[in-house]
């Protein structure tokens, strides 16, 4: 088991700039890949980024692509998400989640049904 808690969330003006944390306990946090989520009102889970064991790959939504970085301190059990320039198009519940590093995930590292582990959200508002 993984238990995963995100902080970090709260309001924003759009070009403002926030980082969310996701803080793991439980199993070894190094052997999972983390992937960011978000899901705004009335709209379906959409895939914000994700970052494997190691850090050496990471991957990202076109929509955030250059305003968002993903990284992780497994010292620390923890993965990040920098949002930058943020639009109130990014305004959503941010969920990580955490998957089995394996082929699975290399070939699918959107699919949000690879990930086993999910954490509670934490709310993100940007106003215009």
């Known amino acids: 088991q993984v238990q995963l808690v995100e902080s970090g969330g709260g309001l924003v003006q759009a070009g403002g700039s926030l980082r969310l944390s996701c803080a793991a306990s439980g199993r070894t946090f190094n052997i999972y890949a983390m992937g960011w989520f978000r899901q705004a009102p009335g709209k379906e889970r959409e895939f914000v980024a994700a970052i494997d064991w190691s850090g050496g790959n990471r991957y990202y939504a076109d929509s955030v692509k250059g305003r968002f970085t993903i990284s992780r301190d497994n010292a620390k059990n923890t993965a990040y998400l920098l949002m930058n320039s943020l639009k109130p198009e990014d305004t959503a519940v941010y969920y990580c989640?955490?998957?089995?590093?394996?082929?699975?995930?290399?070939?699918?590292?959107?699919?949000?049904?690879?990930?086993?582990?999910w954490g509670q959200g934490t709310q993100v508002t940007v106003s215009s």
């Open positions: 989640a955490a998957a089995r590093d394996g082929s699975s995930w290399y070939r699918h590292p959107t699919d949000g049904d690879l990930y086993e582990y």
